[in-house]
Nanobody, 126 residues
Framework: QVQLVESGGGSVQAGGSLRLSCAASGYTYSSYCMGWFRQAPGKEREGVAVIDVDGDGSTSYADSVKGRFTISKDNAKNTLSLQMNSLKPEDTAMYYC??????????????????WGQGTQVTVSS
């Protein structure tokens, strides 16, 4: 059974930084693309960043976070991370870790996502 467990969310002032982590289990971690999504109250879930779509460690980011966020993957530790710098109030949302699945229903930047974590809240105050 695939499990994705996020951690690292919290409250921070604008301009600050947070690092999110996602621990994956029950999953052939190194072979598939993974990503981060977020959902703010009253808004649809949106893609933030994806890694390893082509199995080569390449990354892709939403325009709104490009240059501020960095996604990374540690295959030895089965951990996905999202380093978030220069945070803005508009980054406030629930952040979700996601992993590729053949049966997934959400496509983002060439990756088909079907496994989801429970989410971790990020709140940025002005």
């Amino acid at each position: 059974q695939v499990q994705l467990v996020e951690s690292g969310g919290g409250s921070v002032q604008a301009g600050g930084s947070l690092r999110l982590s996602c621990a994956a289990s029950g999953y052939t971690y190194s072979s598939y693309c993974m990503g981060w999504f977020r959902q703010a109250p009253g808004k649809e879930r949106e893609g933030v960043a994806v890694i390893d779509v082509d199995g080569d460690g390449s990354t892709s980011y939403a325009d709104s976070v490009k240059g501020r966020f960095t996604i990374s993957k540690d295959n030895a530790k089965n951990t996905l991370s999202l380093q978030m710098n220069s945070l803005k109030p508009e980054d406030t949302a629930m952040y979700y870790c996601a992993a590729e699945s053949t049966y997934g229903s959400i496509w983002y930047r060439g990756c088909r996502f079907g496994y989801w974590g429970q989410g971790t809240q990020v709140t940025v105050s002005s």
